[in-house]
């Protein structure tokens, strides 16, 4: 971390950020010299039943989890500070001090995809659906082993408010799919292991998800992670505290729907890839507040159904999704049992199941393991009962958003589709996950990419390769004297944006024609400005 990248990031905060910031600069002196690291004593909870409709789901589930090039299965003393790909290890020192883009330590992505432990609750669903003690006796072993080794501030596990918050997610999963209040009528150990070990980390997660938000410029996915996890733990367990986390993470996640969302349901980050990852946090919040009779606005559920409509427009004819912006293929669960597993696909199916939607159901990959796991037995009668017929669909014009989907199909898996880009470089002050790719355009050919984005590749192993995939040449649109539209000053951090501007957007049955411009080369006194014509002879 330079003094020119702090001061850039001092830059893109506004005066009550820069309030926010030395307020957790406190938080974390305190924690460092001052907070409890022992865990707290959890007194007799009431425990309710699951409330997820769980039924019983014969699938062979994945036995292992792949963290990017490698492949993962727990054993037995297993170091969760450890960089599986390098072999390095982060050291066991306060959290929030911890260098974390250190080289010398690894890639701490390795590690983080990891310990969120999406691989748990799969493990629990083998349990629950063989009955089979063993793999009670390997989530027990499992969880014991992460609390031991992660004390509370300890490590880079508790380092980003994000990988708390997906772990306690995954724990809430586990803990609906293990029926938990049933358990303890039959497994006395397990009891005792839930009040002395499991509940209290919980009761951490809980604390450190409330403490430290991340708000202002950094309000972006990692926000709507924090936000769910509290919302859901909260709906779950009835700590003393549950109370208050429910009403402000409720509060929250009405907030933050419409925030980061248009009202057509367009993800405001500016990253095609980060859309499923949000629609999950959201989708799950939805379903667990409709459960526990803590149901969300219909201000939240319109712009929810509108998000699945949008994901509906943006994916081909075979299924392949726009890849404008970063893409790292982050999960904030995984309740599957295929490898090559869609979940964009899966959430249409959802999205079909929610809003009793024909049109969704068309484009998804039928009934998954993971919808029946959310929504049970009545919503599977609800998607096997909606017509199977194809859907036709036609261009669809985002004009307010400055994107444009061009489409031309008839039905029987021929169509041209092409995406024109004149949306903001991204959200809020850094535009974290956007790239600098105004006026670019995309185009596949009956499922085959023809003019291409080249994605994301990496965010902090190489700055060069870093600086090129987010940059203006490696994007179908003009770069001019070799500079991008907008600087880049860190692997998340932009400045000196550029405003796009939809001069005129027109629709008929011959035709779409969208003229747009960007000054993002105003430096140079010049305006790009490009008209796209769509001919749907």
Not at 232 to 256: C, D, H, Q, T, V
């Amino acid at each position: 971390m330079t003094i020119k990248w702090l001061w850039n990031r001092l830059m893109a905060m506004s005066l009550p950020e820069v309030a926010f910031r030395f307020k957790e600069f406190a938080l974390k002196k305190y924690d460092q010299y001052f907070n409890i690291r022992y865990a707290p004593k959890i007194k007799e909870l009431q425990i309710q039943p699951s409330l997820l409709p769980l039924g019983s789901f014969p699938y062979k589930i994945k036995d292992t989890l792949k963290v990017f090039d490698q492949q993962f299965e727990y054993s037995p003393g297993f170091d969760w500070h450890k960089d599986i790909n390098s072999g390095k290890v982060f050291p066991k020192e306060f959290s929030k001090g911890l260098k974390l883009k250190d080289p010398k330590r690894g890639n701490v992505k390795y590690a983080w995809e990891i310990n969120r432990m999406v691989f748990l609750p799969n493990i629990c669903l083998k349990f629950r659906n063989t009955g089979d003690a063993k793999y009670l006796d390997e989530f027990v072993e499992i969880t014991n082993s992460w609390i031991d080794e992660n004390p509370y501030l300890i490590g880079i596990n508790w380092a980003r408010n994000i990988e708390v918050s997906i772990r306690l997610i995954n724990w809430s999963l586990c803990w609906e799919v293990l029926g938990v209040s049933d358990l303890f009528k039959t497994h006395a150990l397990f009891k005792s292991f839930v009040y002395e070990k499991w509940l209290p980390s919980i009761h951490l997660h809980c604390k450190y998800s409330y403490l430290n938000p991340s708000l202002f410029s950094s309000a972006n996915n990692h926000l709507v992670s924090e936000i769910a996890a509290l919302f859901i733990a909260s709906s779950i367990w009835k700590f003393p505290e549950s109370g208050k986390w429910n009403r402000y993470s409720k509060k929250m996640l009405e907030r933050e729907m419409t925030r980061q969302h248009s009202s057509q349901g367009v993800n405001k980050e500016e990253a095609a890839g980060y859309i499923q990852f949000s629609t999950d946090f959201f989708l799950l919040s939805f379903l667990f507040g409709k459960y526990s009779q803590n149901d969300f606005s219909p201000v939240y559920e319109q712009t929810l159904k509108n998000a699945f409509h949008y994901i509906f427009q943006i994916m081909d004819v075979k299924g392949n999704m726009l890849n404008y912006g970063d893409n790292d293929d982050g999960r904030a669960f995984m309740l599957e049992k295929e490898s090559g597993f869609n979940n964009f696909k899966s959430l249409l199916a959802s999205g079909a199941i929610l809003f009793q939607d024909a049109k969704l159901k068309s484009l998804s990959a039928g009934l998954d393991a993971k919808n029946e796991i959310l929504f049970g037995s009545h919503g599977k009668e609800v998607f096997e009962a909606l017509p199977t017929e194809p859907v036709v669909r036609k261009s669809q014009l985002y004009k307010e958003e400055g994107h444009f989907i061009f489409r031309q199909e008839n039905g029987q898996g021929q169509e041209i589709f092409m995406h024109f880009d004149a949306a903001p470089l991204g959200y809020l002050s850094i535009a974290a996950h956007g790239h600098a790719d105004a006026l670019s355009v995309i185009l596949n050919v009956d499922g085959r990419p023809f003019l291409l984005d080249s994605g994301t590749y990496t965010y902090r192993s190489s700055q060069i390769w870093r600086a090129y995939f987010i940059g203006t040449l490696a994007h179908n649109t003009i770069r001019i004297d070799g500079t991008d539209q907008a600087k880049s000053v860190g692997p998340t951090l932009w400045k000196e944006h550029y405003q796009s501007t939809v001069l005129s957007a027109s629709s008929d049955e011959l035709r779409d024609v969208v003229r747009a411009q960007h000054d993002g080369y105003q430096k140079f006194h010049t305006n790009h400005i490009r008209t796209v014509t769509f001919e749907k002879s």
